[in-house]
Nanobody
Framework: QVQLVESGGGLVQAGGSLKLSCAAS????????MSWYRQAPGKERERVAR????????NYADSVKGRFTISRDNAKNTVYLQMDSLKPEDTAVYLC?????????WGQGTQVTVSS
């Protein structure tokens, strides 16, 4: 059974940092592209970062480029999102995503709140 469990969210002041984790089970993260999305109240869900199957290519939304870093630990079967220089507009629920066997697989999300 495919499962994605996010953790690491919380309340942080503007300019601070957080590191989110996405622990996967039921599949091997190194065999799939993995992404982080976020959804703020009243806004569409937005992909903020993606790491390729090989891990050699990463892509970021313009709004987070240079501040967020996606990475993967194959031994722990976990994907991370390091978020630095956080801004109030980064406040959202952050979700881990993978397309597994033609099906969208989402975690439950973790709340990130950035105070000004």
């Amino acid at each position: 059974q495919v499962q994605l469990v996010e953790s690491g969210g919380g309340l942080v002041q503007a300019g601070g940092s957080l590191k989110l984790s996405c622990a996967a089970s039921g599949f091997t993260v190194s065999n799939y592209a993995m992404s982080w999305y976020r959804q703020a109240p009243g806004k569409e869900r937005e992909r903020v970062a993606r790491i390729s199957v090989t891990g050699g290519t990463t892509n970021y939304a313009d709004s987070v480029k240079g501040r967020f870093t996606i990475s993967r630990d194959n031994a722990k079967n976990t994907v991370y999102l390091q978020m630095d220089s956080l801004k109030p507009e980064d406040t959202a629920v952050y979700l881990c995503y993978a397309l597994i066997g033609g099906f969208d697989s989402w975690g439950q999300g973790t709340q990130v709140t950035v105070s000004s």
